[in-house]
């Protein structure tokens, strides 16, 4: 019965146009990465079952790149935002739908982080959206910010594209052979899914806690007289007037 509804739905995506398949995987990575749309397009998803239709080598390094694509341009999108409005986005509707603790948050966290924190924002839930606007409006370079962010963006297109390609082939390959060979491509699916969960609560953890006593020791360090705290620049941020 489930390798019957698989092969029927793997068949849909698989004659499905490979140009529109991997376009509309493109965009919805590119919608994943903006500001605000992130909270509610499911790109992973996207990817996922666009990915499932992969036939040969050529579609599958395709498939990488347009997602790859997608996502750095989701991310600029927001850090021109960010770099257009500056400090004026807080008070502005974008601001108001962010909410001022989220920005806040946002800009303590790349603030302490510098390129290191844009590179693991991409896998970081809420952050890989907003972290590219905060990004724009500290003055870091376009070009420095791409420098940490492709790679992660690389990273987790190759992670997403390659396993839902190897499972529905490896359905393929097993299917009429093997009796239940659906499950086989349901586990290799939920197995990669629980993992990157999993990867993404432990960091997500780690960097709550490590912001959560890096804002305790600030507090501490108010408290002990002016002049102490928080001040200062992004790392590996440079003025305004010399951004790209």
Same mark, same amino acid.
């Given at each position: 019965?489930?390798?019957?509804?698989?092969?029927?739905?793997?068949?849909?995506?698989?004659?499905?146009? !490979? /140009? *529109?398949?991997?376009?509309?995987?493109? @965009? &919805?990575? #590119?919608?994943?990465?903006?500001?605000?749309?992130?909270? =509610?397009?499911?790109?992973?998803?996207?990817?996922?079952?666009?990915?499932?239709?992969?036939?040969?080598?050529?579609?599958?390094?395709?498939?990488?790149?347009?997602?790859?694509?997608?996502?750095?341009?989701?991310?600029?999108?927001?850090?021109?935002?960010?770099?257009?409005?500056?400090?004026?986005?807080?008070?502005?509707?974008?601001?108001?739908?962010?909410?001022?603790?989220?920005?806040?948050?946002?800009?303590?966290?790349?603030?302490?982080?510098?390129?290191?924190?844009?590179?693991?924002?991409?896998?970081? !839930? /809420? *952050?890989?959206?907003?972290?590219?606007? @905060? &990004?724009? #409006?500290?003055?870091?370079?376009?070009?420095?910010?791409? =420098?940490?962010?492709?790679?992660?963006?690389?990273?987790?297109?190759?992670?997403?594209?390659?396993?839902?390609?190897?499972?529905?082939?490896?359905?393929?390959?097993?299917?009429?052979?093997?009796?239940?060979?659906?499950?086989?491509?349901?586990?290799?699916?939920?197995?990669?899914?629980?993992?990157?969960?999993?990867?993404?609560?432990?960091?997500?953890?780690?960097?709550?806690?490590?912001?959560?006593?890096?804002?305790?020791?600030?507090?501490?360090?108010?408290?002990?007289?002016?002049?102490?705290?928080?001040?200062?620049?992004?790392?590996?941020?440079?003025?305004?007037?010399?951004?790209?």
């Amino acid at each position: 019965m489930l390798d019957d509804v698989l092969s029927t739905l793997l068949g849909v995506v698989r004659d499905m146009d !490979p /140009v *529109l398949r991997v376009v509309i995987a493109g @965009v &919805a990575i #590119m919608l994943e990465t903006s500001v605000l749309l992130g909270l =509610l397009v499911p790109g992973d998803t996207v990817v996922i079952i666009a990915s499932t239709g992969i036939q040969g080598p050529v579609e599958w390094i395709t498939m990488i790149v347009v997602v790859v694509v997608g996502a750095l341009a989701g991310e600029s999108v927001g850090f021109g935002i960010g770099r257009w409005f500056g400090p004026r986005i807080r008070t502005s509707w974008l601001g108001r739908k962010l909410g001022p603790k989220r920005i806040a948050a946002a800009q303590r966290y790349l603030k302490r982080r510098g390129g290191v924190g844009i590179f693991l924002s991409r896998f970081l !839930p /809420v *952050l890989h959206s907003t972290v590219p606007l @905060v &990004a724009g #409006m500290s003055g870091m370079r376009y070009r420095t910010f791409m =420098l940490w962010t492709l790679p992660a963006c690389l990273i987790w297109a190759s992670a997403y594209v390659s396993v839902a390609a190897a499972a529905s082939a490896s359905y393929s390959e097993l299917t009429g052979r093997l009796h239940g060979a659906a499950y086989v491509f349901v586990g290799i699916i939920v197995a990669f899914l629980l993992i990157a969960w999993l990867v993404k609560t432990l960091l997500g953890r780690h960097v709550h806690r490590a912001e959560t006593a890096r804002d305790g020791a600030d507090a501490r360090d108010a408290s002990d007289g002016p002049g102490s705290g928080t001040a200062g620049a992004v790392p590996g941020a440079d003025a305004r007037s010399g951004g790209d």
